[in-house]
């Protein structure tokens, strides 16, 4: 920990020039705050790993705290008891990409009297790794399903429809293309992402912040679920289920209650990464389809940086697309025990399966 002690002479920066209180001067209780943040600044970029300066000056001579708590991201850092003005914080409590805080609460006589809060930003530490992609086998998709969801389940597809007035829970043959069930929601409902959590679909729906539980043998509503955000993509991790709502958080779900648990937000090395919609988790990772683009992210569950993308450009020339209707790249589906990568899009006559290349 280095230790430094910087007086400033050029006055209370921010502060408009006025007369002194006399009595406060001869107390040594001169009025304003105990310290000031000289870094980082507001927004300040960071790296994941990095060490993160925390560099504090006394707002005046005249009233030095007794201590300074730092806190990060809400957890305590440091506790500075003496004249330790400029801390480190360590490299182990940066561990997650976003916004992340640095609090410092300086106390006097046992009293709070001044907290300092920065926002910085954490970056992934290295940048994505770009890959391709090479067409395996092509199958028949309904050229009518508004795809918002995908998943693979013992030699079916599972796929969940948008758009009011059709929106639908669907049970699809692989081979053929042929919708084996198929559950209408209301007309009102503009249905997301699903996916499996033991027997049951989970199902959420766009705006209208309400979401279904479904038995998966008969596709009878068990419950309601409802979340404060709007609802885009659904996977399962483990004991988990894992929402994105279109910006660049993943909510990370307690299953029974559908209680957001944690909470992350995906960067690469440069800037956030948003429009986050249809999800799978494939392999240690959380695949995602970034809306109205070619690509797939590839994000780590554990951090939330981007370790890649997956530019699928190219991977259908159909002249009858309308991309400004939103018929874009929007499905992915996992078939774990063949390895098998299946994706989709919006009214895409076809569905594809994919490997993934350097």
């Known amino acids: 920990m ?10 209370k920066s921010g502060k408009a020039a006025g007369k002194i209180d006399a009595s406060a001067v001869a107390s040594n209780e001169i009025p304003g705050r105990l310290i000031k943040m000289i870094s980082p600044a507001e927004n300040s970029e960071f790296r994941l790993g990095d060490f993160i300066n925390v560099q504090l000056e006394p707002e005046n001579a005249g009233k030095v705290p007794d201590s300074i708590t730092i806190f990060f991201d809400g957890r305590k850092a440091a506790l500075i008891k003496s004249t330790q003005w400029n ?14 805080f640095i ?10 009297e001044t907290t300092i809060t920065r926002v910085m930003i954490i970056l992934s530490d290295k940048p994505p790794v770009m890959y391709g992609y090479k067409v395996l086998n092509t199958y028949s998709h309904d ?14 597809l599972y796929e969940g429809t948008g758009q009011e007035f059709e929106s639908s829970l669907r049970e699809v043959e692989l081979a053929t293309g042929n919708i084996l069930r198929q559950l209408s929601l209301k007309s009102d409902l503009f249905g ?21 539980i479904y038995d998966k043998a008969t596709f009878s509503q068990i419950n309601k679920i409802y979340y404060q955000t709007e609802g885009w993509g659904l996977t399962t991790i483990d004991d988990q289920i894992v929402m994105s709502d279109g910006s660049n958080n993943l909510y990370f779900i307690e299953p029974e209650t559908f209680t957001v648990v944690s909470r992350l937000e995906v960067y690469d090395n440069e ?3 948003d429009q986050l919609n249809e999800l799978e988790y494939i392999n240690g990772e959380i695949w995602a389809n970034i809306w109205m683009t070619d690509l797939i992210a590839r994000i780590d569950p554990q951090s939330g940086k ?3 993308y997956i530019n699928l450009a190219g991977i259908i020339n159909d002249s009858d697309l ?12 996992f078939d774990k025990e063949g390895n098998r990568i299946f994706v989709t899009g919006k009214r895409w006559p076809r569905l594809f399966e994919i490997r993934v290349t350097e």
């Open 271 to 273: 800037k956030k990464v």
């Open 87 to 100: 801390i480190s914080i360590p490299a182990t409590l940066n561990r997650t990409t976003g916004r992340r």
């Open 143 to 156: 050229r009518e399903a508004f795809t918002q969801g995908l998943f693979y389940e013992k030699g079916v």
């Open 306 to 308: 981007v370790n890649g």
């Open 192 to 212: 997301e992402g699903i996916t499996l959590f033991r027997d049951r679909i989970y199902q959420v729906t766009w705006r209208n912040k309400v979401g279904f």
């Open 2 to 11: 280095m230790v430094t002690w910087i007086i400033s002479c050029s006055g």
């Open 322 to 333: 309308n991309r400004d209707q939103g018929e874009v790249l929007n499905g992915i589906a």
């Open 103 to 112: 609090k410092a609460v300086a106390f006097k006589n046992g009293k709070a």
